[in-house]
């Protein structure tokens, strides 16, 4: 080994400093730079000369330098021999304001009895930005596997068992937690756990607040959690050892609906990548969920429409023979007039029957093929006087509240059935009220919604409604319960206590109405129900009180055509016991002909459905082709068939009874030309 002098060892030192691929700086205890190499100058964008005699400072962004120059003086009054700071991670500042990543390796060295700090800085812009594209790499990979579980997911549940997992992987996380709350089947959570216990996870997604995380704003950005949980789940982090943590709320709209944890054992600051990754994961949560809800709801709806098509046609097959039945016995009733206890029993009898028909009234209500006759109603009125009704009839114990908004600010008029919409209401109090066995809270409440293209739905289309809401405090409902509470005869009551039809025909209603129902509901936290229902347009007809029927007799010629023998035998019947001359037909062909062979005939009475293929309201046309003045009146044991029915053709709604049929006919003959 070649020995060298001590000034050619310094000329060495010299050139290896001045040629260094790093850049270096020597600083004093001043902190002031005495030495810098050309690659110093070049990197932070200054000449030698103007570095040396600088604070150190210089180097760095303005925001650390107070930090920084305490750093130093702690560092400068215990220097060590070995290096200090090794491959730190650091952000310089170069002349003209610009910051880049450095990676600083420091030591402190001697020179003549003097201590100095010697500084070999390099610039890691490439190496982080080679570390950033793997990074997002690696996210680009967990995001199209989440993607693609999204769509193979069969429902919302499985989704979440999958993704939790992954999250804690892409992550390298120590647990994370998707939390979700939907309407008809109450709360989703899924949950991964590697060095925490699963326990904690759990505790940390339901102890969000979502509430305030509504009223905060809190957008689809990662948050801490210290902000939005209990300080009680804050003692079990500590305890089980959880330094860190953050949550990505999952929106509906604008409204978390939950939230995607990530619980972390060390604390940790995530980059834009990894917060990056997390929006994404939490938007592709939502959409799922928002799919998988609409899916159930569209299934819903496909079910009870199909269990509406079935029973509409039972409830015309049994109003056939409510007809029947009561026909028969109103003839039994005119002949037995005299026999008080045969006239007891008929008036039994008569009013069995009527229950039987407010069955099928039901039944149809669900079906949505009952007659409706909206009206523009004020629902501020209806709601106080409804109010005033149920506060004396449900009982002290229940508490009835009633808010529509501000006193002095309009609520348009809704457009409904009048009497369908409060007894739609009452059925939902009376349900609300058994809810609440030892008492509890009533709130009937009604708000406008304008609901815009974006926010419109197959089930709830753009337009104008009042939201009235129908809210209690009672035992709320489980989600299996929940999703069959609309389903015609389901009921959770005692036998004999309920028919199952009640909430079956609140939705029918709401639906035939053009409008919409939602209904949410928790086990011990009440029950929510809101009709969405149209607002009334200027010049919509109001509540009028239909004058009554006044029945008459009369003398003119009638065709009954009815394709049930016995439903016309009773039609006949009750014509002729008024006075009427009467020609029979059982289908449309048969009754085409005895019009043209008997122009004496007045009226045409048929039922809708006739046999061969033919309905009464073709026959109506056929017929007014044939005779265009000829007045027509149909009967059926459907209803709100007025829509398909010719102009001027009113309906009689089976079973009717004789005084109904009287005065209909006589309407329709008196008005006939």
Known sequence: ???????????????????????????????????????????????????????????????????????KAR????????????????????????????EIALSPVSDAGATLFAASIRDISETQRQRQALARSRYDAFT???GQLALEAPDFDHLAEKVAPLVVEALDADGAGIFVLQPQRGEILSCAARSVDSDVVAAACRSIDLSAVAGAGAGAEAHPLDSFVPASIRSDFAAAGVEGGCFVPILNMANPMGALVVLMRRRRVFDRDAEHFLKVVANVLATAALRHQTQDQLAHAQRLDAVGQLTGGIAHDFNNLLTIVSGNLQILEDELVDNPDASDVIARALRAVGRGAELTRKLLAFARRQRLSPAAIDTRKLLDELGVMLK????????????????GKALPPVFADPSQLEGALLNLALNARDAMPRGGRLELTARALDVDAGAATSELPAGNYIAVSVADSGLGMSPDVLARAFEPFFTTKEAGKGSGLGLSMVYGFVKQSGGHLLAQSQLGYGTLIELYLPVASTGAPGIVNAPAATPRRGKEAILVVEDEFEVRGIAVAFLRSLGYSVHEASDAAQALAVLRDEPEIALLFSDVVLGNGQTGIELAYAARSMRPDLPVLLTSGYDGLDSDLPRGVPLVRKPYRKEDLAGAVRDVLDRAP
Not at 76 to 99: C, I, K, N, S, W
Not at 396 to 405: A, F, L, P
């Open 1 to 71: 080994m070649t020995s060298h002098a001590p000034d050619e060892r310094s000329a060495l030192y010299r050139a290896l400093f001045e040629t260094a691929p790093d850049a270096m700086v020597v600083v004093g205890l001043d902190g002031r730079i005495v030495l810098a190499n050309p690659q110093a100058a070049l990197l932070f964008g200054y000449a030698v000369d103007e570095l040396l005699g600088q604070p150190v400072e210089i180097m760095l962004p303005e925001h650390v330098r107070d930090a920084h120059l305490a750093h």
């Open 144 to 146: 199209a596997k989440i």
């Open 392 to 407: 004396r009839t449900l009982g002290e114990t229940i508490r009835v509240e009633v808010d529509c908004g501000e006193a």
């Open 75 to 102: 560092y400068m009054e215990r220097p060590r021999v070995r290096p200090m700071g090794a491959g730190q991670e650091l952000v310089g500042r170069r002349r003209d304001g610009t910051h880049f990543p450095v």
